[in-house]
């Protein structure tokens, strides 16, 4: 229990709009796993951190041996669009 509380300290409250049909998407997921919305959202949130803030590396970083399966997750289509495409100042304006 303990560690719940010490988690809502460290939350910061946010206010945000969002569409009518991501806002329904999210009532009805929520509704279905019995649920908050806000529970659904933060963890939405994380995993796009996870994903697309943290979890981003340069293709040449990930390492596979001859006949192995890669030591680290690969990327999706998107980031490798992203990163094949993407001008150099890109980055910079982000």
């Known amino acids: 229990m303990r560690r719940h509380f010490d988690i ?3 939350m910061k409250s946010i206010s945000l ?8 998407a999210f009532r009805k997921a ?3 796993q019995e ?6 959202i933060r963890e939405a949130m994380a995993a796009y951190r996870a994903e ?3 979890g981003r590396g340069r293709l040449e ?3 596979v041996l001859t006949g192995h399966a890669p030591l680290a997750p690969l990327p999706s289509r ?3 669009y992203d990163e094949a495409f993407d001008a ?5 304006r982000r």
Do not use: G, M
């Not at 649920?35 to 659904?40: D, G, H, N, T, Y």
């Open 8 to 10: 809502l300290i460290h």
């Open 17 to 24: 709009s969002v569409s009518e049909q991501d806002y329904d």
């Open 30 to 32: 929520a509704q279905s």
């Open 35 to 40: 649920r908050p919305i806000a529970s659904l």
């Open 52 to 54: 697309r803030l943290e």
């Open 61 to 63: 970083e990930i390492v």
């Open 78 to 80: 998107e980031e490798l």
């Open 88 to 92: 150099p100042d890109d980055e910079e």
